[in-house]
């Protein structure tokens, strides 16, 4: 079982930046594949960016390339995802999540999730 805890969302202005991480509990944290995921008002879940198991292989989705930069630090049990140049449309709630196969993908299935994160771009 493992219990994730987002932290440092807030308000920016568009073109601004935040940094949100993820506290992971339990000893496995190194075994898992990491991924952020956001939801916005009225839209479905989406997938935003994902590290696999050993922070080697990333993944993001393209309306976040070369924007948001996901990385984990396995000795502190913390994925953080760096989002610059903050749009509008990045508003959301932000989710972190972890899978048991450790890739850290976008597709398939995400084992644990946390509580969420709100997010605002003001514009």
């Known amino acids: 079982q493992v219990q994730l805890v987002e932290s440092g969302g807030g308000l920016v202005q568009a073109g601004g930046s935040l940094r949100l991480s993820c506290l992971a509990s339990?000893?496995?944290?190194?075994?898992?594949?990491m991924g952020w995921f956001r939801q916005a008002p009225g839209k479905e879940r989406e997938f935003v960016a994902g590290?696999?198991?050993?922070?080697?292989?990333?993944y993001y989705a393209d309306s976040v390339k070369g924007r948001f930069t996901i990385s984990r630090d396995n000795a502190k049990n913390t994925v953080y995802v760096q989002m610059n140049s903050l749009k509008p449309e990045d508003t959301a709630v932000y989710y972190c999540?972890?899978?048991?196969?450790?890739?850290?993908?976008?597709?398939?299935?995400?084992?644990?999730w946390g509580q969420g994160t709100q997010v605002t771009v003001s514009s």
């Open positions: 999540a972890a899978e048991v196969t450790g890739r850290g993908q976008g597709q398939g299935r995400y084992d644990y």
């Open positions: 339990g000893r496995s944290f190194s075994t898992y594949g």
């Open positions: 590290v696999s198991w050993s922070g080697t292989r990333t």
